[in-house]
């Protein structure tokens, strides 16, 4: 398992997706899977930093876990902002056009169906948001 500790910052999104990519190429995952991973850390990660600690800042940890046996990635997220489960949020009526959709919630909706787990839990004044994609 890789980590990295970094300011929960919109300027260090390059740097979180990086990371991850080097993990993923490292232990050779189809690009399809690789584009899919990204996405939804872009999106999880920039939730962090716009969101969890607001109006100040703080940090995150992300962590990589590439699993043989199955063949599967775990990447978590662990910051101690506001507490906040992005799986109890509702899920966007997609059938409306957009004019019709509230703002908001698309993301982690996008996430939710491109991922084949996601697992939340709050300890220790932390959120903690694994993914998990089957390679």
Do not use: H, W
């Not at 390059?14 to 490292?26: C, G, Q, S, Y």
């Not at 775990?74 to 997609?94: C, H, M, Q, R």
């Amino acid at each position: 398992m890789k980590e990295l500790k970094i300011k929960a910052s919109i300027e260090n999104l390059e740097r979180v997706i990086a990371f991850v990519d080097e993990e993923l190429e490292n232990n050779d995952c189809p690009i399809k899977l690789q584009m899919q991973i990204d996405v939804a850390v872009e999106e999880i990660f920039v939730n962090i930093a716009s969101y969890a600690y607001q109006p100040g800042e703080g940090d995150a940890t992300i962590s990589i876990d590439i699993i043989k046996d199955p063949s599967r990635v775990e990447i978590t997220f662990i910051d101690s902002g506001i507490a906040y489960n992005p799986l109890e949020k509702e899920d966007p009526d997609v059938t409306l056009s957009a004019e019709e959709r509230q703002i908001g919630g698309l993301g982690i909706f996008m996430v939710k169906k491109s991922m084949d787990d996601m697992i939340y839990n709050y300890s220790n004044g932390q959120n903690i948001l694994k993914i998990i994609k089957n390679l």
